[in-house]
């Protein structure tokens, strides 16, 4: 276990995944924290509803310390996380509820405990290897998916709207042609009671 300082004092009210809480301090400021250098699959994610559970098991209800290391893009603290004598962080990884985030990683033991859980098959590491996706690398695939998709709806607008506009054209055109017959012809006259 780390050494602690700076500690912020705080009891659990949310858990969104495994590797994220919600908790209101003593002050009755409520705070998002990112467990530092773990990540969990994401919910949607096989293993992301197990690795939610394991972390709620762990700190749901309960009082637990934050010693921040960063803030991330989002404005979550993130930190090493302790209920009692219990490092979360570290739980999380060691019993295959979680992944070591390796862009991200601070604590050079979790290695070792990831691949410990690895081979004793725990958590995540039960699953077969075709399900098993880092989730750095699965929000990634995501983020390709929703550009393509959106890729695709642009063209398909694009491509009606030019389809739309040359069917208006048209019946524009036809419009046009069909008062001018009648004009010339002196029926335009007839139609307008003149």
Same mark, same amino acid.
């Given at each position: 276990?780390?050494?602690?300082?700076?500690?912020?004092?705080?009891?659990?009210?949310?858990?969104?995944?495994?590797?994220?809480?919600?908790?209101?301090?003593?002050?009755?400021?409520?705070?998002?924290?990112?467990?530092?250098?773990?990540?969990?699959?994401?919910?949607?994610? @096989?293993?992301?509803?197990?690795?939610?559970?394991?972390?709620?098991?762990?700190?749901?209800?309960?009082?637990?310390?934050?010693?921040?290391?960063?803030?991330?893009?989002?404005?979550?603290?993130?930190?090493?996380?302790?209920?009692?004598?219990?490092?979360?962080?570290?739980?999380?990884?060691?019993?295959?509820?979680?992944?070591?985030?390796?862009?991200?990683?601070?604590?050079?033991?979790?290695?070792?405990?990831?691949?410990?859980?690895?081979?004793?098959?725990?958590?995540?590491?039960?699953?077969?290897?075709?399900?098993?996706? @880092? @989730?750095?690398?699965?929000?990634?695939?995501?983020?390709?998916?929703?550009?393509?998709?959106?890729?695709?709806?642009?063209?398909?607008?694009?491509?009606?709207?030019?389809?739309?506009?040359?069917?208006?054209?048209?019946?524009?055109?036809?419009?046009?042609?069909?008062?001018?017959?009648?004009?010339?012809?002196?029926?335009?006259?007839?139609?307008?009671?003149?």
């Amino acid at each position: 276990m780390s050494t602690k300082k700076n500690l912020l004092e705080a009891k659990v009210t949310h858990v969104s995944d495994g590797d994220t809480l919600k908790a209101n301090c003593d002050n009755g400021l409520t705070i998002t924290v990112r467990l530092d250098s773990i990540d969990a699959p994401e919910k949607a994610q @096989p293993y992301g509803a197990e690795a939610k559970e394991a972390l709620a098991t762990l700190v749901l209800n309960k009082d637990i310390k934050i010693e921040q290391t960063a803030q991330d893009r989002y404005g979550r603290i993130v930190g090493k996380v302790y209920r009692g004598r219990t490092y979360v962080n570290e739980e999380m990884v060691k019993n295959g509820h979680a992944w070591v985030y390796q862009q991200y990683a601070n604590e050079p033991t979790f290695a070792k405990l990831e691949e410990k859980a690895q081979q004793a098959k725990l958590g995540l590491w039960a699953l077969p290897k075709a399900k098993r996706m @880092p @989730p750095w690398e699965w929000r990634k695939l995501q983020k390709e998916k929703s550009e393509a998709i959106q890729a695709v709806k642009e063209m398909n607008k694009k491509s009606s709207t030019s389809w739309l506009s040359w069917v208006l054209g048209i019946i524009g055109v036809g419009a046009v042609a069909g008062v001018g017959y009648l004009w010339f012809t002196g029926q335009l006259s007839q139609l307008l009671g003149g």
